[in-house]
């Protein structure tokens, strides 16, 4: 397929949080195609590692509004906080099915995508299985095994496959060759420094860098609770909001209305409209850094490498709307405690007497991250864990993981957009393939959350997920919100049509 200067890109991201790196992409993409229209697929309340995210969905989409994507749609949690091939798999079906996109962009650190093509396919061979199995059998993790297999077949340097945005290019790849051959990938290179760099680059940084530089400016728990001063923080600098919600609410009638009022009985932290931001400098690289942090951070380090309107959010969520992973640790104790061995060994990524390790090493728990170093082993890594214990606190089972596999996402849910964007789903309801959601009443009441799971459809099952998602991560901020922000909150809308 040819592609236009007006061309339908999608990407798949998590913006957890927005920084200069995925400014610099979309300037990129924007450069390249400067009428597109670039829609983006963005994981919801958790990260695909099993993080609550830095801020709410909406405000994260708005922040990618912002920054030069014209249309933002939830990754549904049941494809987000899961493995790699999962979240690629879920992201490009999701893209597919609003059946307008022609190009899937995304950033990886190899130089060319033939590279990344090679490793694909060879992925893709039913031959691999047999090989694959025996090398998990001898002890290896499937990361290990899979990049040490495809190395050996394809010639592929094995640090090209170990490398994380590597791994979401070839995951990528190959979700498109499965569920949306029409699509052209479009790589947009990462340089620079590389993934385990420990320093701020320039105006550059990892999102990882960016979460532990926060984590590290927050105050201690200890700390925080002590906080009498700040206690009373004022929810309206949080909750200002000059943007507009969007009025289109049904799924066969999603033009934006002319007349539009402002967001009312929402206390979702919010960010003002704002001229669009000029882009990165593109000289500079666009790298992954690391958790790692020099004691020499300070506020004014973290504002160079991300834009002001993230900024400005970030530090005012610091330190009574920063989510701890810490403060999910007794709530799964107590999770844990209630569970027997039969319902616990069904959540998803459980598997081979796993739950009798968490349990044991749960008794002595007293952080979260603790207890996921101590459950990890060479052959269940970290991240699997920690989505793990994520997914013991949703009820998320490997039954419904496979059945939502089966199945693919079963609504497009909007989250933010401007002018471009809405055009693009006027367009869009008379291609797409799934309902387009702007309020999840459509789908699911907030009474249907009472009712058994089975007596739910399939589409309001993995719907209520994405709720449960919500709500937990609230329950990891430590000035929680109220209840049913999924209920209360419309897509936010940029600009004027």
């Not at 199995?133 to 297999?149: C, N, P, V």
């Not at 209520?464 to 049913?484: M, S």
Request: glycine share 6%; charged share 25%; aromatic share 6%.
């Amino acid at each position: 397929m040819k592609l236009t200067s007006s061309t339908t890109i999608g990407l798949i991201a998590e913006y957890n949080p927005f920084h200069n790196g995925h400014a610099y992409q979309l300037a990129k993409l924007r450069e390249r195609y400067p009428e597109a229209a670039i829609v983006v697929m963005m994981s919801g309340s958790f990260a695909q590692r099993g993080l609550a995210a830095v801020a709410d969905k909406w405000t994260r989409a708005a922040w990618a509004v912002q920054g030069g994507a014209d249309l933002v749609l939830e990754l549904p949690y049941a494809f987000a906080c899961r493995s790699a091939e999962h979240f690629a798999t879920g992201g490009v079906q999701s893209l597919a099915a609003l059946g307008c996109v022609e190009a899937l962009a995304f950033g990886a650190e190899a130089e060319s995508i033939e590279t990344l093509e090679k490793a694909a396919a060879c992925m893709d061979d039913v031959a691999l299985q047999d090989a694959l199995h025996e090398r998990i059998q001898k002890g290896a993790s499937y990361a290990t095994a899979m990049s040490a297999e495809v190395a050996e077949r394809t010639g592929v340097a094995p640090e090209v496959l170990r490398a994380p945005n590597n791994i979401l290019g070839i995951e990528y790849l190959r979700a498109v060759r499965k569920f949306a051959p029409e699509m052209e990938p479009l790589l947009v290179q990462r340089v620079g420094a590389g993934y385990h760099d420990e320093k701020f680059r320039g105006n550059f940084a990892s999102a990882s860098a960016i979460r532990a530089a926060l984590n590290f400016l927050a105050p201690s728990q200890r700390e925080l609770s002590s906080d009498s001063e700040t206690e009373g923080v004022s929810q309206a600098r949080l909750t200002r909001c000059t943007m507009e919600p969007y009025a289109g609410v049904e799924s066969n009638d999603i033009s934006p209305r002319k007349k539009q009022s402002r967001i009312k009985n929402n206390d979702v932290v919010r960010l003002p409209q704002s001229p669009t931001a000029p882009a990165p400098s593109q000289k500079g690289p666009y790298i992954e850094g690391t958790p790692f942090i020099n004691k020499s951070t300070n506020w004014e380090s973290l504002r160079q490498v991300m834009p002001e309107y993230v900024f400005d959010i970030l530090q005012e969520s610091v330190p009574h709307h920063l989510p701890r992973q810490d403060f999910l640790l007794r709530p799964l104790l107590s999770r844990l405690l209630l569970l027997d061995g039969a319902t616990l060994s069904a959540v998803c990524g459980m598997g081979e007497g796993l739950e009798h390790r968490l349990l044991e090493m749960a008794q002595e728990a007293q952080a979260w991250e603790g207890l996921v170093g101590a459950v990890a082993t060479r052959r269940y890594p970290r991240s699997r864990i920690a989505r793990l214990l994520v997914h013991v606190l949703t009820g998320f089972t490997a039954e419904a993981a496979a059945a939502f596999d089966a199945t693919g996402p079963r609504y497009l849910r909007v989250l933010a957009m401007n002018a471009r964007g809405a055009r693009l789903l006027h367009r869009a309801k008379k291609t797409a393939r799934l309902p387009i959601i702007t309020k999840t009443s459509q789908l699911l009441k907030s009474k249907d959350l009472l009712r058994p799971c089975a007596s739910l459809t399939p589409v309001q099952q993995l719907l209520r997920f994405d709720v449960r998602a919500t709500e937990l991560r609230e329950l990891a901020v430590p000035e929680r919100r109220r209840n049913g922000a999924d209920f209360r909150t419309s897509p936010l809308f940029f600009g004027s049509l």
